[in-house]
């Protein structure tokens, strides 16, 4: 789920697999949570990490 806010776009996620950290320290600049990823700007990221984490 995505919920955009006033300081960036928030994912949110309660799932967890394997390559999920390893795909994390791939995104780019980002601050996580347990079940959360807030991003600044989608400038910030690699689009197609972020698509991966979605699946």
């Known amino acids: 789920m995505l919920s955009s ?12 697999f394997e390559e999920k ?3 994390l320290t791939q995104l780019g ?5 347990k079940a959360s990823c807030s ?7 690699d689009i197609a990490i ?3 984490l979605m699946q």
């Open 5 to 16: 806010r006033e300081n960036g776009i928030t994912v949110y996620s309660a799932s967890t």
């Open 21 to 23: 950290q390893s795909l």
């Open 29 to 33: 600049k980002h601050k996580t949570s």
């Open 39 to 45: 991003i600044q700007k989608l400038e910030d990221i």
């Open 50 to 52: 972020l698509g991966e």
